[in-house]
């Protein structure tokens, strides 16, 4: 930015974020989102974005350290966190923290918010354990309550 202390910097770094993700260049999206939660009041927001460009360019190791901290919040950010360090915890071949997190975030008080997409990975996460008991006790919990959702046929 061209005013490195100016009122609106978290809201201009913000923009110029999610105009250079949108073209495809996440390194530099990254970097803004960065420059955007330090300038901010409560910059968790902003972290939480920077985690999902990280996951988005494959550096689940980068997203995770973002999300770690983020995942102590009891609001749908802090599930949102979960979710996200859960999948890059599968990403990263860590099934146990995987699972971890998955419990975590099933047992959230905003869990509902992002139910379908844990459940999608708990399902994913039994299928790689080859337990296919749980798999298809999870497919079949996710069906009942998310029966329309989107990807509810890759889970019949």
Do not use: M, N
């Not at 913000?14 to 989102?33: I, P, S, T, Y």
């Not at 939660?37 to 409560?42: G, P």
């Not at 798999?135 to 959702?149: E, N, V």
Request: include cysteine; hydrophobic fraction near 45%.
């Amino acid at each position: 930015a061209r005013f490195p202390k100016g009122l609106y910097l978290d809201r201009t770094e913000r923009v110029a974020a999610r105009v250079l993700r949108a073209r495809g260049d996440l390194v530099a999206a990254a970097e803004r989102l960065g420059r955007a939660s330090q300038s901010a009041q409560d910059g968790d927001a902003d972290r939480l974005e920077q985690a999902e460009v990280q996951f988005q360019r494959g550096d689940f190791a980068a997203a995770a350290a973002i999300y770690e901290p983020l995942c102590q919040r009891e609001d749908a950010l802090g599930v949102r966190a979960l979710e996200g360090a859960a999948w890059c915890a599968f990403e990263l071949g860590d099934d146990d923290a995987c699972a971890q997190r998955l419990q975590r975030g099933l047992g959230h008080p905003q869990a509902a918010t992002v139910e379908p997409a844990l459940l999608e990975l708990q399902s994913a996460l039994h299928h790689r354990r080859e337990d296919w008991p749980a798999a298809i006790a999870t497919a079949q919990r996710f069906l009942k309550a998310h029966g329309d959702h989107p990807k509810a046929s890759a889970l019949r």
